[in-house]
């Protein structure tokens, strides 16, 4: 797909992502052992594309230090930074002046999925449509905005959440337009696709087309989905080309030390530097570089940051350590608890269980 080029929105810091380290935007943060935003590459550069322009409106600099020309990824990259937040189509027509080709495939930066980009824009190509959305099917809509399609794979309307949706299809943050449309968008202001775009191309008779499947697909806007997102690319259940290392229960890099009698498992990663103690379980998690989980500790479906400590008999399941705390002997954290950056818990500090 040489004639296809990509563009990529990346937003802000993520706030719902906190605490985890502070100082990178959410498509940044190491997850499976490598940028959010690698995974997402990795899947363009294999469906043949190699143009990519990448929009953002926060901390751009870290994007282009990471990432560089795109070389390195086998790709070009041209970096677009907005004065100010755009939204989703104000952002696209953002990049339209580094456009060249007639069909650009966009992507939400924040989904992690595993759909045939090589089909989705055969789809357009053979519906000859002026957008075309890729759909998934999940299993509970009614957290998603759904979008109805007819017999011929065509959008119907674009619906918000509702307790009752017609459909078990939803909008999966991966599009393809005609460059024309593109254009059309107004300029210089904030533009929502699913509120303004799209509902205006039906209003408008254009025709708008649906790529409906099952693919993988999770949006990674929460602490627990970039954990089972990190933990599912570590054991080959979502796909990437830009995973360091062999898929399996454990992504173990450099530098780590794991004891013997530990046991990690479910597709956890272990950071660079990372020391895991005698006895400890660890189980779906992301140790990132430098923590420290101690002996006899649990950790389970969890984020432990940079430098971060979990002392010896410490339980910590469905939490995020942010970087540097210190959750003491014998703690025990759960439930979506978040510990700050820096926090240190002192032994005991917090606990569920009864002491005898």
């Known amino acids: 797909m040489d004639d296809v080029e990509a563009v990529v929105l990346v937003g802000g810091k993520g706030t719902r992502l906190r605490p985890l380290t502070l100082s990178a935007p959410k498509p940044m943060l190491p997850t499976a052992g490598v940028p959010f935003l690698a995974h997402l590459l990795s899947r363009i550069r294999a469906a043949g594309v190699r143009r990519v322009i990448l929009g953002t409106s926060y901390l751009a600099e870290t994007f282009?230090?990471?990432?560089?020309?795109?070389t390195a990824a086998g790709l070009e990259i041209t970096y677009v930074v907005e004065e100010a937040?755009?939204?989703?189509?104000?952002?696209i027509r953002n990049v339209a002046k580094h456009l060249s080709a007639e069909d650009v495939?966009?992507?939400?930066?924040?989904?992690?999925?595993?759909t045939d980009l090589g089909a989705v824009v055969a789809t357009h190509?053979?519906?000859?449509?002026?957008?075309?959305?890729?759909?998934?099917?999940?299993?509970?809509?009614?957290?998603?905005?759904?979008?109805?399609?007819?017999?011929?794979?065509?959008?119907?309307?674009?619906?918000?959440k509702t307790d009752d949706p017609p459909?078990?299809?939803?909008?999966?943050?991966?599009?393809?337009?005609?460059?024309?449309?593109?254009?059309?968008?107004?300029?210089?202001?904030?533009?929502?696709?699913?509120?303004?775009?799209f509902p205006g191309l039906l209003a408008s008779g254009s025709r708008v087309s649906g790529h409906v499947d099952t693919s993988y697909w999770r949006d990674m806007g929460t602490p627990a989905d970039l954990v089972h997102g990190s933990a599912d690319l570590v054991r080959g259940v979502a796909p990437s080309a830009a995973l360091p290392g062999p898929t399996g229960e454990a992504l173990v890099l450099e530098g780590a030390e794991i004891a013997e009698g530990?046991?990690?498992?479910?597709?956890?990663?272990?950071?660079?530097?990372?020391?895991?103690?005698?006895?400890?379980?660890?189980?779906?998690?992301?140790l990132f570089d430098g923590a420290v989980v101690g002996e006899g500790a649990v950790v389970e479906h969890s984020v432990v940051g940079y430098g971060a400590r979990v002392d010896d008999g410490a339980s910590v399941v469905d939490t995020v350590?942010?970087?540097?705390?210190?959750?003491?002997?014998q703690c025990e954290l759960r439930g979506g608890m978040r510990v700050?950056?820096?926090?240190?818990?002192?032994?005991?500090?917090?606990?569920?269980s009864p002491d005898v």
């Open 64 to 70: 282009a230090d990471h990432f560089g020309d795109g």
């Open 262 to 286: 530990a046991l990690v498992f479910g597709g956890t990663t272990v950071g660079r530097g990372v020391r895991i103690g005698a006895g400890a379980r660890v189980e779906g998690a992301m």
């Open 85 to 91: 937040p755009l939204g989703t189509g104000g952002g």
């Open 321 to 329: 350590v942010g970087d540097r705390a210190v959750v003491g002997a």
């Open 167 to 197: 459909t078990d299809q939803i909008n999966a943050g991966c599009y393809v337009f005609r460059r024309s449309v593109i254009d059309s968008i107004p300029e210089g202001r904030p533009v929502s696709v699913e509120r303004e775009t």
């Open 105 to 114: 495939l966009v992507f939400n930066g924040d989904v992690l999925a595993g």
């Open 340 to 352: 700050w950056p820096d926090v240190v818990l002192p032994p005991h500090g917090v606990r569920f």
């Open 125 to 160: 190509r053979r519906t000859a449509a002026d957008v075309t959305l890729h759909l998934v099917r999940v299993q509970d809509p009614r957290a998603y905005g759904c979008v109805p399609t007819d017999t011929e794979g065509r959008v119907l309307e674009f619906l918000e």
